[in-house]
């Protein structure tokens, strides 16, 4: 019964894994390719992580994925944050259908 | 010192976990490594250890855990949506939200979450003023108050009970 859920759990990680991969070259500039490389890639996954879970239970690999799991959650976002930030600074622009740019007025 | 110790805990029960076994191998070198690393990094871990010390603090992170999984599974099938649409439906740009917590490793927790919520970045952070710049997909209002009001209200108020 487990293997079967996390079977199910590991399709829906290659599915959003995959998604962001589309995200990652449909998207017009550098910050909306991060976001979705950031996200879809990190709930992708720990989905996937957990269901290696799932299937393993409480032994050394189980326990493992999990773990990984947490600390891919504590750390993607921090990349995509210094990422972000280094590229405003240095000067990349938002794409052309960007509504506005509150960073760019207070720095001035 | 306290920190350092703090810290050793941690450091020592994260082993454990990523061992899995009690073989006194295994415990001895982790409790060198936990030394090691409490040893060099100690100082910088938390400027206030006594708060670890409070039991309602991890109660408060233990909901938070569900609520930020909600939120992320939201963002996850809002952004797929976004990106499989042929037309591409975004509105792009660089939000400011104003923020009442205070302390850092707070502030660091709610970025992060930011970062993983609906369609969002956190591009930089104004510790002094309390605002967060926000990159955002979809952006609904671009004024500060109620920009905040949509993106943050309920993580934050959640986040002030567990650190501040």
Known sequence: MSETIGMIFIVIGIGFDFFGCIGLIRL?????????????????TCSLMF???????????????????????????VS?????????????KLCDESVCDEYEKDKN | ?????????????????????????????????????????GDLFTANPYKFAHPHRYLWLMLYIPVLMWEMVKANIDLAYRILHPRLPIRPGIIKVKTKLK????????????????????VDVDQENGYIYVHCVNIKDT???????????RLENILERVFD
């Open chain 2, 1 to 41: 010192m306290k920190s350092r110790i703090v810290l050793f805990i941690i450091a020592m029960l994260v082993w454990l976990i990523l061992s899995w076994s009690l073989d006194w191998q295994h415990l001895l070198v982790g409790s060198l490594a936990s030394l090691l690393v409490a040893f060099l990094t």
């Open chain 2, 143 to 153: 004024d500060p108050a109620r920009a905040t009001e949509i993106i943050i209200k």
């Open chain 1, 51 to 77: 269901g290696i879970f799932l299937i393993n239970g409480f032994t050394a690999v189980g326990i493992k994925a999990l773990l990984c799991a947490v600390f891919l959650l504590l750390t993607s976002p």
């Open chain 2, 103 to 122: 302390s850092e490793s707070g502030l660091t927790f709610l970025a992060n979450s930011i970062t993983l919520k609906p369609g969002m970045t956190s």
């Open chain 1, 28 to 44: 017009p500039d550098l910050y909306l390719r991060l976001m979705a490389t950031a996200k879809c890639v990190t709930l992708g």
């Open chain 1, 80 to 92: 995509a944050h210094a990422l972000s930030r280094a590229a405003h600074k240095s000067g990349v």
